[in-house]
């Protein structure tokens, strides 16, 4: 965004049909689907370069544009073809004096079919989530948009640089805001939003610990996420006090272990709290996990890119009456050893384990392979040798060795 807003004047004054209007407007058709936008400007006389600037400033992925490109103008060449075939050279004269008109006609009737299969299939619930990223809305802008989506339960707002206020949000259940600029009176509006059950608050800057006190207002809270900078300890003190929640994520937080033990010590959600999740805590280690036991009805716990070696599941299974029922554990990206790996037996509860981005040697495979219950195991990314692969093969349970490849 950096550069685009460096150049951006560049090519409104000198590309053809290329201004601010025309931008934003390609924007919205990108958010609702970048694939059939970018087909209809290749198939149709609209103007093609509009569409492939803002696609490269939106970050549309490249196969989508060249996909899109290649079935968009392949098929206007194709569809001459067709015409020519069909009813000879005497048709060329039609084809010149008529071809804008008649790929517009044809385009607005194929997107038409798609617009009533989505309406037939997915009217339900396609007018229930609305996720906005990178766009350039301004706070007037927001709100012309959310009253367009009256009906909408589940909102994203990613990356808008341009928001500063929520005066207009519709009753939401689930509210995402992620690397947005925040500010107390900010919230404040959001926590007006009385039935908000879960709400994402990661990399928000502006915020600071007296700040999250307003959370206390959300009465309905059961699911929270927060992450960067600016989540301290103290920031952790005052979410203690939220009675409800049943999830809780913390990414990339400066958290210390005494700081994790007190809010585990403090919380009024120890007895709730079902869902952890820990991503790239670098202060956080094997001694500051052993404050999961506090959270007996746990039973989801993710530990992502930290520095543990599962020491703190094998400390826990020592005392059963305190060891939490554990059913998903995802330990992505750690340090996990074959010794502590051995401990996964005391969970007899775990149905799912995520191992996946760790070094997994012949004892450790060994160590799991041998856990009985589980139902699914992610593989992803632990660049496995035959040996290691074939003792996993011969497990019962789902094995997920990449995006695709499942058994």
Known sequence: WKLWTAVKNF??????????????????????????????AAFTPIPYKIFTITAGVCEIPILTLIAASIIGRGGRFYFVALLMYLFG????RWIDRYFNTLTL???VLLIGGFVLLNYAFFAQTSDKELYLKDVLLNDSQLSATLKEHPNVQRLTLRRLPNITEYRYLPPLRNLALIEMSMSADALQQIVAQEKIAALDLRFCTGLNAADYQLLQKLKTLTDLKIGGSTVTDDVLGVIAVLPKL?????????ITSAGFAEFADKSSAAATLKTLVLNRNSALFDDALLTVKKFPKLERLTVCGMMTTGEFL??????????????????RKTLLTAEYAAALNKYPELVQLDLSGNGIDAETATVISALTNLQEIDLRDCQLDDEVLEQFRKMKCELIL???EKR
């Open 105 to 107: 006609v044809f385009t």
């Open 246 to 254: 049943t999830g809780l994520t913390l990414d990339d937080a400066p």
């Open 11 to 40: 090519f409104f004054d000198y590309v053809p049909g290329f201004t601010p209007d025309s931008f934003m407007s390609v924007q919205k058709l990108y958010e609702d689907n970048a694939f059939i936008s970018i087909f209809t």
């Open 314 to 331: 094998a400390k826990i299974a020592d005392n059963e009456k305190m060891r939490p029922k554990l059913k998903r554990l995802s330990l």
């Open 89 to 92: 050279p005497t048709v060329e």
């Open 402 to 404: 990449g995006s695709s």
